[in-house]
C-alpha cells in the first residue's frame, strides 16, 4: 500500500488522508457516560453490586433498606467517572493547545499563518529556527546553501544530539516558493522512525523530473525541534495520529495492579463460597418451609404460594450474604491508594535539589505493584549517567595530569603549561578545539555553546576552552580559535569521517596565517598508535590508555601530522574521487583516508568520564539484592554499555559474572549463537553466578521475529541483560516479553524513545531530567534522580503493598465475620432468612465502624525505612506476594469464621431465656464485632502513632457513641436499647468475654509463630526494636560508599583490549560493532573475590 | 543528602545555580511529621514477657469475675414447670384438636419452693421451638399503628392478618395475633397470691412505641383465631401483655414476664397453680414452661458466663504457663540475623 501526495494540490489531497488533529483523549462528550459506565461494569465486583442492589429493590426479599446499597453504589460510581472525566479533559486540552498551535504555511508562494491542526498532506510547512514540527514533513528548502538543516530528536527517539537532515537533491537549489507541483510516493503510515523509503518526482515545468528517492535523512519529524538554522520548510505527509511518533505512541492500558488482580480472584472464590452458602441455605430453607414451618401456625405460610416462591429464600439469603463480598474495600482502597501516592508527592527525600523536581505519582492506582516489581528495564543515557561527558584526565607528552586532583582542569601543572604556552600543550588543544564537527552556537549575551553530534566531542572543545583554548566560531569552512586572546583562523579543507571500522576522525585544516596544513587526528587507541611515526616512543601513551581504561573512563588518542602542500594536493584528488564513487564507497573511503593517516605525531591521551548519576551503583546494588532483575535498554553502542554497566553494578565483573554475547547479521548466526549462550545459561544457572547476556539491536530483531521461544527462556534465566541499539518499540516489545511470562516489569527512562516502553510496562517511571519531560508526563511515577528509584520501591512500593495487603484481607475478614453471624443465626430463625442485625447497623458497620480503624493501616510500618535499606532482600515477601495469597487469606477467612463462632455463641448462651430480646442480641453481637475488630486491628497493627489509638480506641468508643445517639431517637427500632445493655454488667462481662475468646487463642498463635516460626520480617522486627546488632550497624549510607570504594580496583585488571573504544555517538551510523569479544567467548572479567556481597555478611559479623 | 550545597550541583553554572535556588527549593515538599510518614510511632512486638503477663493477667482476672458470677447464678432460685402434657387431659389424643377446641381448659399444678425466694420473684412462661424470630412473622406488625391512631391503616407489612372486611385490625400482624393466651393464677396455702402484672413491660415502650390513645378494633375477628384477645377499652399503651409479646424473642426458646410475686416465699412452700391452657403448642411439638425465678446482679439463673470465664480463665493460664516453660527450655534470641537465610548463604534467598 503507497500514499501519494501532491505536493500543494489542495484539491487531490483535500480529503484522502485526515487533517493535523492529534487527539489522546479516551471520551467524547456524547459517549462519556455509557463508556464509563461499560468500563467501570466490566469490572466484576461492579457488575456483582448492582445485581445486588437491583435485587434489593424487591421487598418480599430484601432484608435491609435498599438504600443502603444504592447510596455508595451510587457515590463510588460517581467518584470514579468524575475522576476519568478530568483526566480526559486536561488530555484534550493539552491537545487543544498543540492543535492550535499557530503554523506558516505556504500556499501558492505566499506564506500563511494557520492552526496546526489545519495542516492537510501535501501542505508545504515553513518552520523557523527552534520551531516544533507539527507534522511530519519531507524537507524541500532550507536556508542553508547547502540544503542542510539540524534537528533536535529528543522528544521521538531520545538522543540529544543534534541530527543533520538534507534537502533531496532534486530540491537542491529550487526557490521553495516556486515549488508548486509534485508528487511523493511513500509508504502508508508507520512507527519506524528509522526508515522512509519513498520516492519524489517534481512536474514540469522542472526539467529534472526524474524519480529522485527519499530516505529518513530527508524527512524531518513531527515533535522534532529545528535547530542552528534559520528556516526550513517541507512537505507534510503524515499528520495527525498517522505520523510516526502519532503511530508509535500505543494507547496506554488501564493499568491493574497484582494486588487488584488477587483482590478480584479472592472475591471471585468468595462469590462462589456465597453461591454455595446461598444454595445450601436456600434448600434448606425451603425444606424447612415445607416441614417445619406449615406446622408453625403462627406463621401462616400460605398453601399455594407464586411460581415464584421457591426462589424467594435463596434470594434472601443472597441478598443476606451480600455483605460478604464488602462494597467498602473499592472505596477503602481508591482512599488508600490516593494516600500512597500523596506520600510519594510528599516525600521530601525524593526531592531533588538540583532540579528542583519532586516525585510525582501521576497513577495513584498502582502503588502496591511498586513493591511487587521484578524486572527493572531501564535506559541508560540520561537515566543512569547524567547525560553529561566531562573530560577528567590527559596525558600529554607522557606527563600526566589530572591524578592527583581527579580533574585535569583544575591540575595546576596543566594551567601553567597553558599560561607557558607549551608547544605539545597548545598542540594537544588545538585538535581538542579543531577536530570534530561541533557547531559552537553564540548566543545574546556572548557565551558560547557548542552542539555536537557526539557528546565526547563535545566535552573535548567544552574542554579545551577552559584551557584558555576556546572554539568561537565556525563560518562555513573557517574554524577561528581564541588562544589566550590571541584569533587563529583555521579552514578546514577535509573531514575525513569517523567510521566504526576505522574508529578515529581527522580533519585536515590550513592554518589561514601561516599557511601551514595540517592533519588532526583522534581515535581510539588501537587506531592511532599503530600510526604512529615510527620513530616515536609510544609505550607511555599506550600505559596512559590503560590506566585510564582501568578507572572506568573513555579515552581518545589525539595525534597530528603536518602535511606538505603537494601531498595534500595529490591525495585530495584521490580522495575525491573515492568519495563519489559510486560502487563500495564507504571501503575506498576507508582505503584513501589511510593513505593519510600515518606517520602521527602522538600528542597525548585524553580521557572522558560520562558521568554517572549519584548513587546509580548502590541504587542497582541494593535493587538487585532485593532480588530485582536488571536489564538495560539502550540505543547507545554495546562498549559504551557495557562501560556503564560495569561501572553501575549492573554486571558484576569475574569470577562473579559472566558477560555473554549473542550476535549476528543473519537468522543462522543469531540462531546459533542464541543456543550457545542459552546452553552456557542453563549449565550455570545453577552456579551462584550472575550471568548477564549482551544483544545488540539488530540481533535482538531476528530473535524476537524467529525464535521468541528461545529468546524467552533465556530472558527468564538470565537476571541480567544489556540491550544495545534498540528502537523504542523494541523496548517495548521486550517489556511485554518479560509482562507476558507474568513478571512485574518497571520500565524507567528519560526520553521520548521510552515513551512506549513505559507505558507498556506494569510500572512505568519517568526521569524528569534534561531530555525534557515526555517520559515524567507519560509515566506513572516521575522521579528527579534514579537513585529515588530505590526509596519508591522499598519504602513506597513496599510499605503500599504491605498496607493493601492487610486493609484487603481485613476487610474481607469484617465482612465474613458479620455474615456468617447471619448465617448461623439463620438456622436458629428457621432457616428463613431473618437478618439479626437492622439496616442502620449492617449499612454502619460496614461503611463506618470497620473502615475508619483500619484506613489509619495506610500509615503502619511493619519496619523502619532504614532497616529495609539495609536488608533489601526483605522485598521478597511482597515480590512473591507472601501477604497476600490464598493461603493468607484462608487464615482471615478461619480466623472470620472463628470469631463469628464466638461472638455468636457467647451471645446467644449469655443472652438467652428471658434475655433473648431480638435487639438488644443483635446489639450484643454486634458490639462483640466492634470489639473483636478494634482488637484485631491493634494485633495486626506494627506501629501505634496518634492516629492508629484515635482511629482505633477512638472507633470503638464512636460506636458507642452513635448508637448512644440513636437509641434516643423514639422512631427507631433500637430505641433505648444500648442504654439498656449499658447498665447490665452482663453486657460487660460478656463483652470482656467475647475479646479474651476470640483474641487468646490468635495472640497465642501469633506470638508461636513470631517466636518459634519466626518469618524474615519478625527477625527484623525483632532486631529493630530490641536494639540488635542491625541497629549497631550505622548509617545505611556510609555502607555503599565503601561498597563503591571497593568495587573500584576490581577494574583495574582489566586486560588492556576490553578498554572503551573511542566511539563518537553517531547515532545514525548504519552498521553495528561487532568487535571487542571474540565471537561469542564469554566476557571474562577478572576479580580477586566477590568483595560485593561479602561486605554485607561481614558488617553483620563485626558487630 | 538534603543538604543545599550538594556538590553535584557545583559542577555546573555556579552563578546560576545560585541565583535559582531559592526558587527550586520552593517546590521542596513541606516538611511535616505526618506528611515524611515519622510520626513518632510505639511499636510494640510480641516478647515472650509481654505475651506472657498478658495471658497471666487475663487469667488472673477471669477466674475470679468466672467465680463470683458462678455464686451468683447458684444463688438464683428458680422452679420452672413444663405443663403441656401433663395438661392435656387423660384420653385425649388429638391433642391439636383439643387445644383448638374453644371452651375452659383448666389445669392444676402444684409447685414446691426448694429455697427461700426473696422477693421480688419473677413469673416467666417459657415457650420452647417457637420461631419469634421467622421472617414473615418478625416483620408482620406495623409500628406506626401502634402508636399513632391516624396512622391506622398503615397495615401493609402486616399481611395476611392486615384487615378483615377491608377494615384495618388493630393491633394488625401476625406477632400480635398470635399472642399468648394462657393465664396463671397463684395460691399460697389456699389464699390467693398477687401477681403484679403492671410494669412487666419495658417503659420505653410503653410510653413511646404503644399509643396511649390506639384502641383495639377488629381483633381476632377473623376467621382463624390465633391467641388472646384484647379488651377494646383498654389503649394499647396498657396492654402489658401485648406489650412483652410484640418484643420478639431472638431465639426460639424464649421466656417472657408474665408478672412479679411481691412477697418473699419460704422453703418448702407449696404454691398451687391453676392455669388455662390455651395456647396452641402442640402443632408444632413446642414446650411451655412456668417459671417462677429471682434474680441477682448479674440476671437470672445462667451458669454459661460463670463457666466460661473459668474455662477461658483456666486456658490463659495453661498458655501462660506452656509458653513460660518453652521459653525456659528452648530459649531462643529474638532477632538473631543469623536466622536471615541471605545472612548464611550471601546471594540467594
Known sequence: ?1103 | MMNSNAPSSSSGGAGSTDSSAPRRNSKRPKYSRFTQQELPACKPILTPRWVISAFMLVSIVFIPIGVASLFASRDVVEIIDRYETDCIPQGVSDKVQYIQTPGDKPCNRTLTVPKYMKQPIYVYYQLDNFYQNHRRYVKSRSDQQLKYPADEDETSACEPEDKVNGVAIVPCGLIAWSLFNDTYNFSLNNTQLPINKMGISWKSDRENKFGKDVYPKNFQNGTLIGGANLTASIPLSKQEDLIVWMRTAALPTFRKLYGKIEMDLQENDTIQVTLQNNYNTYSFNGKKKLVLSTTTWLGGKNDFLGIAYLTVGGLCFFLAMAFTLVYLVKPRRLGDPSYLSWNRNPGGH
Open chain 1, 1 to 1103: 500500500m503507497k500514499r501519494y501526495v501532491y505536493i500543494n494540490d489542495d484539491e487531490l489531497s483535500q480529503d484522502l488522508y485526515c487533517d493535523n488533529r492529534i487527539s489522546n483523549t479516551k471520551y467524547t462528550i456524547l459517549n462519556f457516560l455509557p463508556k464509563n459506565l461499560w468500563e467501570q461494569f466490566s469490572r466484576f465486583m461492579n457488575q456483582y453490586f448492582l445485581l445486588i442492589a437491583c435485587l434489593q429493590l424487591w421487598p418480599l426479599i430484601t432484608p435491609v433498606n435498599p438504600a443502603s446499597t444504592w447510596g455508595p453504589l451510587i457515590f463510588i460510581f460517581a467518584v470514579s467517572a468524575t475522576k476519568e472525566g478530568w483526566d480526559d479533559y486536561n488530555r484534550y486540552l493539552s491537545d487543544k493547545k498543540a492543535n492550535e498551535k499557530e503554523v506558516w504555511v505556504v500556499k501558492q508562494g505566499i506564506k500563511k499563518h494557520i492552526q496546526a491542526q489545519d495542516i492537510r498532506v501535501g501542505n508545504i510547512v515553513w518552520l523557523r529556527e527552534n520551531d516544533e514540527v507539527p507534522c511530519d514533513l519531507v524537507l524541500v528548502g532550507t536556508s542553508d546553501l547547502q540544503g542542510l538543516c539540524y534537528v533536535e530528536t529528543s522528544a521521538l527517539d531520545g538522543e540529544t544530539d543534534l541530527k543533520t537532515r538534507v534537502i533531496p537533491h532534486a530540491c537542491m537549489g529550487i526557490d521553495f516558493e516556486l515549488l508548486h507541483k509534485g508528487v511523493i510516493e511513500c509508504p502508508n503510515p508507520d512507527k519506524d522512525i528509522r526508515r522512509f523509503d519513498a520516492n519524489l518526482r517534481l512536474f514540469p515545468p522542472f526539467i529534472d523530473n526524474d524519480l529522485c528517492p527519499l530516505t529518513i535523512k530527508n524527512t524531518i519529524l513531527q515533535s522534532c525541534y529545528l535547530r542552528n538554522t534559520e528556516w526550513a520548510c517541507g512537505v507534510a505527509v503524515y499528520t495527525g495520529n498517522e505520523t510516526k511518533l502519532g503511530m508509535s505512541r500505543g494507547v496506554p492500558e488501564p493499568k491493574l495492579t497484582a494486588v487488584d488482580m488477587m483482590i478480584d480472584k479472592l472475591t471471585g472464590a468468595i462469590f462462589i463460597f456465597q453461591i454455595v452458602v446461598v444454595i445450601v441455605l436456600g434448600i434448606a430453607g425451603n425444606v424447612w418451609k415445607d416441614t417445619e414451618a406449615r406446622k408453625q401456625w403462627y406463621v401462616q405460610y400460605p398453601n399455594e404460594g407464586p411460581w415464584y416462591e421457591l426462589l424467594v429464600i435463596p434470594l434472601r439469603f443472597e441478598l443476606l450474604c451480600s455483605i460478604m463480598i464488602p462494597i467498602s474495600i473499592k472505596v477503602s482502597l481508591d482512599l488508600v491508594k490516593s494516600l500512597y501516592a500523596k506520600f510519594i508527592d510528599w516525600d521530601c527525600e525524593m526531592f531533588d535539589i538540583e532540579t528542583g523536581t519532586r516525585a510525582n505519582a501521576a497513577n495513584t492506582a498502582i502503588s502496591e505493584d511498586l513493591g511487587q516489581v521484578e524486572y527493572i528495564l531501564t535506559d541508560k543515557t540520561g537515566t543512569l549517567t547524567e547525560n553529561k561527558m566531562v573530560f577528567k584526565r590527559c596525558c600529554i607528552g607522557g606527563i600526566f595530569y589530572g591524578n592527583e586532583t581527579g580533574d585535569a582542569l583544575k591540575d595546576l601543572e596543566l594551567l601553567d603549561a597553558v599560561v607557558s604556552g607549551s608547544p605539545d600543550v597548545v598542540r594537544f588543544l588545538t585538535v581538542m578545539a579543531l577536530c570534530n564537527t561541533v557547531i559552537p552556537i553564540r548566543s545574546k549575551s556572548g557565551s558560547i555553546s557548542y552542539k555536537a553530534q557526539s557528546q565526547d566531542e563535545e566535552a573535548l572543545v567544552r574542554a579545551a576552552a577552559c584551557l584558555h583554548m576556546i572554539f568561537v566560531n565556525k563560518n562555513a569552512n573557517i574554524l577561528e580559535i581564541n588562544y589566550n586572546g590571541t584569533m587563529a583562523q583555521y579552514e578546514v579543507l577535509d573531514t575525513l569521517e569517523f567510521t566504526s571500522d576505522r574508529k578515529r576522525m581527522s580533519v585536515v585544516v590550513k592554518d589561514c596565517k601561516s599557511g601551514k596544513i595540517i592533519l588532526l587526528s583522534k581515535g581510539a587507541d588501537e587506531a592511532i598508535l599503530p600510526c604512529a611515526n615510527p620513530g616515536q616512543q609510544t609505550r607511555s601513551f599506550s600505559e596512559a590508555v590503560d590506566q585510564y581504561a582501568q578507572l572506568g573512563l573513555r579515552t581518545l588518542c589525539l595525534a597530528w601530522r603536518v602535511l606538505e602542500e603537494d601531498e595534500y594536493q595529490e591525495w585530495s584528488l584521490i580522495f575525491k574521487e573515492a568519495n563519489s564513487s559510486l560502487v563500495d564507497r564507504e571501503w575506498r573511503v576507508a582505503e584513501v583516508c589511510q593513505r593519510l593517516e600515518h606517520g602521527f605525531e602522538i600528542l597525548g591521551v585524553a580521557a572522558i568520564e560520562d558521568r554517572l548519576q549519584d548513587g546509580v551503583p548502590e541504587t542497582i546494588t541494593t535493587l538487585r539484592k532485593a532480588g530485582i532483575n536488571f536489564w538495560m535498554l539502550t540505543g547507545d553502542k554495546q562498549n559504551t554499555a557495557l562501560q556503564i554497566a560495569l561501572s553501575c553494578n549492573l554486571v558484576s565483573p569475574e569470577p562473579k559474572g559472566q558477560l555473554l554475547l549473542i550476535n549476528g547479521k543473519t537468522d543462522d548466526e543469531v540462531c546459533r549463537s542464541l543456543e550457545r549462550v542459552l546452553l552456557t545459561m542453563r549449565t550455570t544457572n545453577s552456579e551462584p553466578k550472575d550471568v548477564a547476556f549482551v544483544i545488540d539491536g539488530w540481533a535482538l530483531e531476528i530473535a524476537l521475529r524467529h525464535y521468541r521461544k528461545t529468546f524467552t527462556e533465556l530472558a527468564l534465566l538470565s537476571r541480567t541483560a544489556i540491550c544495545c541499539r534498540v528502537t523504542p518499540s523494541q523496548k517495548a516489545q521486550l517489556v511485554y516479553i518479560i509482562k507476558s511470562c507474568e513478571y512485574k516489569t518497571l520500565a524507567i527512562g528519560d526520553g521520548g524513545n521510552d515513551v512506549r516502553m513505559i507505558q507498556q510496562a506494569d510500572i512505568g517511571v519517568g526521569i524528569s531530567g534534561r531530555e525534557g519531560l515526555q517520559a515524567a508526563r507519560a509515566a506513572d511515577y516521575s522521579i528527579g534522580k534514579f537513585r529515588f528509584l530505590k526509596r519508591l520501591i522499598l519504602v513506597h512500593g513496599r510499605y503500599s503493598y504491605n498496607r493493601t495487603a492487610f486493609l484487603s484481607q481485613y476487610s474481607f475478614y469484617k465482612s465474613l465475620l458479620i455474615c456468617f453471624i447471619q448465617i448461623f443465626f439463620s438456622f436458629i430463625s428457621g432457616v428463613s432468612g431473618t437478618s439479626l442485625f437492622n439496616s442502620v447497623s449492617l449499612m454502619a458497620y460496614n461503611t463506618f465502624y470497620t473502615s475508619i480503624p483500619v484506613l489509619v493501616s495506610a500509615l503502619d510500618k511493619d519496619l523502619s525505612e532504614r532497616t529495609v535499606m539495609q536488608h533489601p532482600q526483605i522485598l521478597f515477601y511482597c515480590q512473591a506476594g507472601r501477604l497476600l495469597n490464598p493461603s493468607t487469606f484462608a487464615g482471615w477467612f478461619g480466623r472470620s469464621l472463628f470469631h463469628a463462632i464466638v461472638v455468636f455463641l457467647i451471645t446467644i448462651h449469655a443472652y438467652a431465656y428471658e434475655r433473648s430480646e431480638m435487639e438488644e442480641m443483635s446489639m450484643v453481637a454486634l458490639s462483640g464485632c466492634i470489639w473483636l475488630q478494634a482488637f484485631v486491628v491493634a494485633l495486626e497493627t506494627n506501629s501505634f502513632t496518634v492516629l492508629q489509638h484515635l482511629a482505633i480506641w477512638g472507633n470503638l468508643a464512636g460506636f458507642y457513641i452513635i448508637n448512644w445517639i440513636v437509641s434516643t431517637l423514639p422512631s427507631s427500632g433500637m430505641h433505648t436499647i444500648m442504654f439498656r445493655l449499658c447498665r447490665q454488667p452482663s453486657y460487660w462481662t460478656t463483652m470482656f468475654l467475647m475479646v479474651a475468646a476470640g483474641m487468646g487463642p490468635v495472640l497465642a498463635l501469633k506470638y508461636f509463630r513470631y517466636t518459634y516460626r519466626s518469618s524474615k520480617i519478625n527477625i527484623l522486627q525483632q532486631a529493630e526494636r530490641l536494639g540488635g546488632p542491625i541497629l549497631t550497624l550505622g548509617n545505611i549510607e556510609p555502607q555503599p560508599r565503601s561498597l563503591e570504594k571497593e568495587a573500584t580496583p576490581l577494574l583495574l585488571i582489566q586486560p588492556k583490549n576490553r578498554s572503551p573504544v573511542h566511539e563518537p555517538l553517531l547515532s545514525d551510523s548504519p552498521n553495528t560493532t561487532r568487535r571487542s569479544f571474540g565471537s561469542g567467548t564469554p566476557f571474562d572479567f577478572f576479580q580477586s573475590q566477590s568483595r560485593l556481597s561479602s561486605s554485607y555478611s561481614r558488617n553483620c559479623k563485626d558487630n
